[in-house]
């Protein structure tokens, strides 16, 4: 049962994920004794939320069902997908597709005390950032690389700017901008 518990603190910070991204779940949280028992007897919980994306959370097994994961990807061609697991579940992911680990789970990331303040920029933020100081060259941006913990997080895609906003006590309000891109 130790592992259930880390992975019930997992699921609770993936509850956070989905509240942070302002994304609506449209089922039930569940207590831990619920989540125990689901996490037993299927071995996996499955969320959809605003319509378009599923998220699919898996217990400690490696042996995930591959075939199973398969067919709900083609059933949910539409949709955005987030898999979440231990490891790697196919090596070979359709666009819609993101399988991310545990890892990017086990903390609250944007609540943490180093971690800036992260968003992505809308088109008319990218404009005047790569217009008015950068002289429209995305290549004087830091880079960032798509499975970084705040990528994930804000749900940056590659191509996107985000800006990261944080205070020195030496230097004052900073902000940086980053490229995401394809690691």
């Given at each position: 049962?130790?592992?259930?518990?880390?992975?019930f603190n997992?699921y609770n910070?993936l509850i956070?994920f989905?509240?942070?991204?302002?994304?609506?779940?449209?089922?039930d949280?569940?207590?831990?004794?619920?989540f125990e028992?689901?996490?037993y007897d299927?071995?996996?919980i499955?969320?959809?939320?605003n319509d378009?994306?599923i998220?699919?959370?898996?217990?400690?097994n490696?042996?995930?069902n591959?075939k199973?994961?398969?067919?709900?990807?083609k059933k949910?061609k539409?949709?955005?997908?987030?898999i979440?697991?231990?490891s790697?579940?196919l090596?070979?992911l359709?666009i819609n597709?993101?399988?991310?680990?545990y890892?990017?789970f086990?903390?609250?990331?944007?609540n943490?005390i180093?971690?800036?303040?992260?968003?992505?920029?809308n088109d008319?933020?990218?404009?005047?950032?790569?217009?008015?100081?950068?002289?429209?060259?995305?290549?004087?941006?830091m880079?960032?690389?798509?499975?970084?913990?705040?990528a994930?997080w804000?749900?940056a895609?590659?191509?996107?700017?985000?800006s990261e906003?944080?205070q020195?006590?030496?230097?004052g309000?900073n902000?940086?901008?980053?490229?995401?891109?394809?690691k």
């Amino acid at each position: 049962m130790s592992q259930n518990i880390d992975l019930f603190n997992i699921y609770n910070n993936l509850i956070e994920f989905i509240k942070y991204r302002n994304l609506v779940l449209n089922d039930d949280i569940l207590e831990k004794s619920d989540f125990e028992i689901l996490m037993y007897d299927q071995n996996y919980i499955k969320y959809n939320l605003n319509d378009n994306m599923i998220i699919l959370f898996f217990n400690y097994n490696d042996n995930v069902n591959s075939k199973f994961i398969s067919d709900i990807i083609k059933k949910n061609k539409n949709h955005e997908i987030i898999i979440i697991t231990k490891s790697i579940v196919l090596k070979t992911l359709p666009i819609n597709v993101k399988n991310y680990f545990y890892k990017h789970f086990k903390i609250i990331v944007p609540n943490h005390i180093l971690v800036p303040k992260y968003k992505i920029l809308n088109d008319e933020e990218k404009n005047k950032v790569l217009n008015k100081w950068l002289i429209a060259k995305t290549s004087n941006l830091m880079l960032m690389n798509d499975d970084d913990a705040m990528a994930i997080w804000t749900g940056a895609k590659v191509g996107d700017i985000l800006s990261e906003e944080y205070q020195f006590k030496t230097s004052g309000y900073n902000i940086d901008y980053r490229l995401v891109k394809k690691k």
